[in-house]
């Protein structure tokens, strides 16, 4: 299928590694102009000779999306390196493992600087020269816990769920103008993060973080950890030109692992 985006911009936060990387390599492959973005120059400049290596087409901008100020400068910089921004990939660490009862007003506010305030200030810079050109593509990385909120991700949940409730509030308000917004869900994908919230888990109730994959993936129907790779890929055609008609919505990689429809 072509994704009919060859001749498309795209800025995709957070991007040196995990699903924002997944999901840039996937863009840049389908001929998309791609800004990868993160904290650390070197990182950054390694995934963009990984995708011109590949034959795509990257610039890196080092930013920290959490600093005041910063996500307005880095669409600025993105515009000035490749051009109106067509598609905007929203992502960023989740915050640590808490149970609800512990979360504090630090928490809260850790959750809402990380998880939405820049995701709203990307979308305030990129949002108006879409409508403008009557095309554009608005996608956020979430979380299975958006649906069925996850143990002792009380941090996340509250933050990724507060920017699911605006996400679908501006999709119907966008949508007639040809910018499609919406949501892509990770269940287990096999991700440095996800590594990491295993052996977090494993240290809580004293076992190994392999003995906790295994049983996480006794309980995935699909049997096996999803593969970054096809979390990008899926990813890219939301972004498409024959998605144009899907807004609004929330689209779960997870290997049927979350039991409701």
């Given at each position: 299928m072509?994704l009919g985006?060859?001749?498309?911009s795209a800025?995709?936060a957070?991007?040196t590694?995990?699903?924002g990387r997944a999901?840039?390599i996937?863009?840049?492959?389908?001929?998309v102009?791609v800004?990868?973005?993160g904290?650390t120059?070197?990182?950054v400049?390694?995934?963009?000779?990984?995708?011109?290596?590949r034959?795509?087409n990257?610039?890196?901008?080092?930013?920290?999306?959490?600093e005041?100020?910063?996500?307005?400068?880095?669409?600025?910089r993105a515009?000035?390196?490749v051009?109106?921004i067509?598609?905007l990939?929203?992502?960023?660490g989740?915050?640590?493992?808490?149970?609800?009862?512990?979360v504090?007003?630090?928490g809260?506010?850790?959750?809402?600087?990380?998880?939405?305030?820049?995701?709203?200030?990307?979308?305030n810079?990129?949002?108006?020269g879409m409508?403008?050109?009557?095309?554009?593509?608005i996608l956020?990385?979430?979380?299975?816990?958006?649906?069925?909120?996850?143990p002792?991700?009380?941090?996340?949940?509250?933050g990724?769920g507060?920017?699911?409730g605006?996400l679908?509030?501006?999709?119907a308000?966008?949508?007639?103008?040809g910018v499609?917004?919406?949501?892509?869900l990770?269940g287990r994908?096999?991700?440095?993060?996800?590594?990491?919230?295993?052996t977090?888990t494993?240290m809580?109730?004293?076992?190994?973080?392999?003995?906790v994959r295994d049983?996480?993936?006794?309980?995935?129907?699909?049997?096996r950890?999803?593969?970054?790779?096809?979390f990008?890929?899926?990813?890219a055609?939301l972004c498409s030109?024959?998605?144009?008609?899907?807004?609004?919505?929330a689209l779960?990689v997870?290997?049927?692992?979350?039991?409701?429809l």
């Amino acid at each position: 299928m072509d994704l009919g985006i060859s001749s498309r911009s795209a800025l995709v936060a957070a991007s040196t590694s995990g699903l924002g990387r997944a999901i840039a390599i996937a863009l840049a492959d389908e001929g998309v102009r791609v800004v990868i973005n993160g904290r650390t120059n070197d990182r950054v400049e390694a995934v963009v000779e990984e995708i011109r290596e590949r034959g795509g087409n990257a610039v890196g901008i080092p930013a920290d999306l959490t600093e005041e100020g910063t996500p307005l400068e880095l669409v600025k910089r993105a515009r000035a390196a490749v051009g109106d921004i067509d598609i905007l990939v929203l992502n960023g660490g989740g915050p640590p493992p808490s149970p609800a009862y512990a979360v504090d007003d630090d928490g809260v506010s850790a959750a809402v600087d990380s998880l939405l305030r820049p995701h709203v200030a990307l979308i305030n810079a990129v949002l108006p020269g879409m409508r403008e050109r009557h095309w554009g593509r608005i996608l956020a990385v979430g979380s299975s816990g958006i649906q069925a909120p996850l143990p002792d991700l009380a941090l996340s949940n509250l933050g990724r769920g507060a920017l699911a409730g605006y996400l679908k509030t501006l999709a119907a308000e966008v949508a007639a103008e040809g910018v499609t917004v919406n949501l892509i869900l990770p269940g287990r994908i096999d991700t440095d993060r996800v590594k990491s919230l295993d052996t977090a888990t494993a240290m809580r109730l004293g076992s190994s973080a392999q003995e906790v994959r295994d049983d996480v993936i006794a309980t995935i129907p699909a049997g096996r950890y999803g593969d970054p790779a096809e979390f990008g890929q899926a990813g890219a055609f939301l972004c498409s030109a024959p998605a144009a008609y899907i807004t609004g919505t929330a689209l779960r990689v997870d290997g049927g692992a979350v039991q409701s429809l």
